[in-house]
C-alpha cells in the first residue's frame, strides 16, 4: 500500500504558502476580473458622473447605506468590515479599496462591470439592478475611488 503522508505534507505547505488575497501587490488582486473576451471593450467605459465632492457623498451614503458596501469592505474601505466574522467569508476577502496598486490596475469600466456581474465565485455579488440602479452605481464607484486619493 502506498504511504500518503509524505502527499499530505507536500499539500499542507502548498497551502500555508498561499497569502492572504487582500494584500497589496498581490498579483491574484490584480489579476482582471472581466472575461478576456469583454475586457478591451470594458475597459474604455468612464464614469460619466464627475468627481464633485455631492457625488462623492451621495456615493458614501450609497456604501454605508442601502448598498451595506461597508458590511464587507469596511467604513475605512480596507475590506474587513465590522460585520465580518474572522474565517466566516468562503474565497478571498473583499477588496481593500486603499491598496494604490489595485485602483490604478483597474478602470472605471472594469469596477462597474463587477457591479454588474459580481465576481464569480466569492462573496462579492452583483448589485445591479436589484439593490442600485446604474446612476447609483456609478456614484458609488466615485466613493470607492476616493479611497485611493491621498
Ligand atoms: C458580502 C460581502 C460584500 C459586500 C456586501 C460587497 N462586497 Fe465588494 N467584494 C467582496 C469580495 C469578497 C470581493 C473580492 C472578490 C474577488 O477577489 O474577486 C469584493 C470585490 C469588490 C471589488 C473589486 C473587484 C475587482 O475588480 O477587483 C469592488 C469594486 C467591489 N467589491 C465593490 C463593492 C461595492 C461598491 C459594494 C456595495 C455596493 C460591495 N462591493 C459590497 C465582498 C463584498
Redesign the pocket.
Known sequence: MTDIRPMLCAAALLLANVPP?SWSADP??LR???PAAEIDAVRQITNPLPATPGIIEQGRR??EGK???????GADGK?L?GD?EPGS?K?????N?TDKD?QA??TDG??F???KNG???????P?IPL??TEEE?WQ??R??RSFGQP
Open positions: 488575497s491574484e488582486v482582471p476580473r472581466v450609497l456604501f448598498a451595506f458596501c461597508r458590511a464587507c469592505h475590506g468590515g465580518i467569508l474565497g478571498p476577502l473583499p477588496r479599496f489595485w490596475a483597474r472594469e469596477l462591470w463587477i457591479l465576481s464569480k465565485g466569492t462573496a462579492m455579488a448589485f439593490v442600485l452605481a458609488v464607484l466613493y470607492v
